[in-house]
């Protein structure tokens, strides 16, 4: 737990959630036991501090340039490069307006000649200027496949709490070649929600995990009960060198409900704020239905089977701005 004040941590206001804890370098069987939240930390990944320091060292950089160089690398049509503060509004009901945020899609690096390439969310990133940002695009793919790692590893550990064989999603229909999208983020610090203002408006994660990074700047809050009236909100601290891990939407639909996607935001507490998720998706064909261990003669599948592709840019759609807006602005 760094960054806190001790104002903070009296503040009896202020309730600090406490999550389980997956270690990967000792990961016996009982540790997928732990996995009753939809949030947990995970340690001993093998990405190193320093690495990790250097990303955000770089993050920072692109969200320091003007907005005139950031906006040569604006989102495009398969999600990748930048996203403007107020592009995205995940919690329509409880925002007057778009998520205080900006941020940057990187994905799979996919050549035009690639077969795969006319796929929503296949493509090439776009990147920024080297001369202006030299080591910048190498850092970023460093660090993607790094992730990627760590996630098929805990891929792993969520086949074997669900009965199925360990490399059960390490398939190419399934994590092998799987839409994996990390996402710099950078908070402005501001959040009134008695005003509908927030830094990230509520939301549950739409693929099958996320691997999400910050630099420990508290703001990162849970509600492990969406139902409960009022809604409970509590802190998610950062831990030195850990994974904060979400499990999404798509996990809960294919183990028919046993794992939960929970509902999460971010409020600014006027600090500036960094942090850096991996979306973990199967691949775009991939068909999301109950897996076999997740369903009997008394618990039928809840959800519909869904195609991974289709599903997402649905939930993309929801939730991000049109491109066409910043057709006239720029
Ligand atoms: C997200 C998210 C949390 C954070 O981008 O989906 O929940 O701490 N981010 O930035
Ligand atoms: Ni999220």
Not at 24 to 52: Q, W
Not at 67 to 80: A, G, I, P, S
Not at 116 to 127: C, L, R, T
Not at 194 to 218: E, F, N, P, R
Request: with cysteine.
């Amino acid at each position: 737990m760094e960054n806190h004040t001790k104002e903070e941590l009296q503040d009896p206001t202020m309730q600090v959630s406490s999550l389980n804890c997956i270690d990967l370098a000792n990961d016996d069987l009982h540790h997928s036991a732990c996995l009753d939240c939809g949030f947990f930390y995970v340690i001993n990944h093998g990405i190193t501090e320093e690495f990790m320091d250097d990303v955000f060292e770089q993050s920072k950089k692109f969200f320091a340039l003007p907005l005139e160089e950031k906006m040569k690398v604006l989102r495009n049509e398969k999600h990748r490069g930048y996203t403007p503060v107020l592009d995205e509004i995940l919690d329509p009901e409880n925002q007057v307006n778009g998520d205080h945020k900006e941020g940057y899609y990187i994905g799979i690096e996919v050549p035009k000649d690639d077969p795969n390439y006319d796929k929503p969310f296949y493509g090439p990133n776009p990147w920024p200027d080297s001369d202006v940002l030299p080591q910048w695009r190498e850092t970023m793919e460093k660090y993607h496949q790094e992730a990627l790692r760590v996630s098929k590893d805990i891929g792993r550990l969520l086949a074997l709490a669900l009965d199925l064989d360990a490399n059960y999603f390490d398939t190419p229909e399934m994590l092998g070649k799987p839409i994996a999208t990390m996402r710099l983020l950078h908070y402005e610090g501001v959040s009134d929600p008695s005003k509908g203002i927030y830094a990230c408006g509520a939301h549950t994660d739409y693929g099958m995990m996320t691997l999400l990074a910050t630099d420990g700047v508290m703001g990162l809050q849970i509600c492990k009960d969406k139902n409960a009236k009022p809604q409970k909100w509590e802190y998610v601290p950062a831990i030195k060198g850990a994974y904060i891990v979400n499990l999404g939407d798509m996990l809960e639909r294919w183990s028919n409900g046993f794992f939960k996607s929970t509902l999460h935001r971010v409020l600014g507490n006027g600090q500036e704020r960094y942090s850096i998720p991996f979306f973990v998706e199967p691949n775009h064909e991939c068909l999301v239905e109950c897996l076999p261990t997740c369903k009997s003669e008394s618990n039928v599948p809840k959800y519909p089977a869904i195609k991974c592709s289709a599903y997402l840019t649905q939930r993309y759609k929801e939730t991000h701005a049109e491109l066409s807006i910043y057709n006239q602005e720029i």
